[in-house]
């Protein structure tokens, strides 16, 4: 199994909803970021886990919270989010060393 | 500090003609590189890498880039675009303790019947 899976594909929200973003991986990867992308531009990090653990936050606001479970699972809860972070949000995963990053479909997310 | 160029915003080609998208990076050692395409609205998929060894690597879907230390440059090529082809392309560079992807721009490609 080599994919990296992310739901919903679609989301859209009111500014005063909280919703959660989900994303699997079963290939045993250590380390699972999340993206953000925009139109026409490229993804931008948002943060990093490795080994469960939050190693890298982008200076992302607060609005966004991330959480991983367990080694296969990775959330990004989203609360109070503004027209402005509509976007795809992209999940990866990499095994760790000189690997590449897996990425899932993303998740087109619409904020109203 | 660690960057990607991709010149090239848009490129134009026809289906059969051959394609090259440029790429240059900067980055203090040896680089980790890679090339993703992406189509409206999906993730990204790895085309090919270039971590050590042969500089000409061979990745999915006919196409294969060279690693041109000299350059700073990483070009992808494939000798017969087909329409299917017509997507973002974009290349990156794994900087950081974690593997981070610093990436370029993108270059969108079109391709005409």
């Known amino acids: 199994d080599t994919e990296v899976t992310q739901t919903p594909k679609h989301l859209v929200m009111g500014m005063t909803n909280k919703k959660s973003l989900k994303c699997e991986q079963h290939m045993g990867h250590r380390a699972m970021y999340w993206y953000k992308q925009k139109a026409k531009k490229p993804p931008e990090l948002m943060f990093v886990?490795?080994?469960?653990?939050?190693?890298i936050n982008e200076s992302v606001p607060s609005r966004f919270s991330p959480e991983c479970p367990n080694s296969s699972l990775l959330n990004l809860h989203l609360h109070a989010l503004q027209p402005e972070d509509s976007a795809l949000y992209l999940c990866?995963?990499?095994?760790?060393?000189?690997?590449?990053?897996?990425f899932g479909p993303g998740t087109r997310l619409t904020v109203l | 500090a660690q960057s990607v160029t991709q010149p090239d915003i848009h490129i134009t080609v026809s289906e059969g003609a051959s394609l090259e998208l440029r790429c240059n990076y900067s980055?203090?050692?040896?680089?980790?590189l890679f090339w993703y395409v992406q189509s409206p609205g999906q993730g990204l998929q790895l085309l090919l890498k270039?971590?050590?060894?042969?500089?000409l690597v061979q990745g999915i879907k006919g196409f294969e880039a060279e690693f041109k230390r000299s350059q700073s440059s990483f070009n992808l090529r494939k000798p017969s675009v087909h329409w299917s082809d017509a997507a973002e392309y974009f290349c990156?560079?794994?900087?950081?303790?974690?593997?981070?992807?610093?990436f370029g721009k993108g270059t969108k490609l079109s391709v005409k019947p």
């Open positions: 886990y490795s080994y469960e653990k939050l190693s």
């Open positions: 980055y203090g050692a040896t680089p980790y």
């Open positions: 990866a995963s990499r095994q760790g060393g000189a690997n590449e990053q897996f």
């Open positions: 990156a560079v794994a900087g950081g303790s974690q593997g981070n992807l610093i």
């Open positions: 270039y971590f050590s060894g042969d500089t």
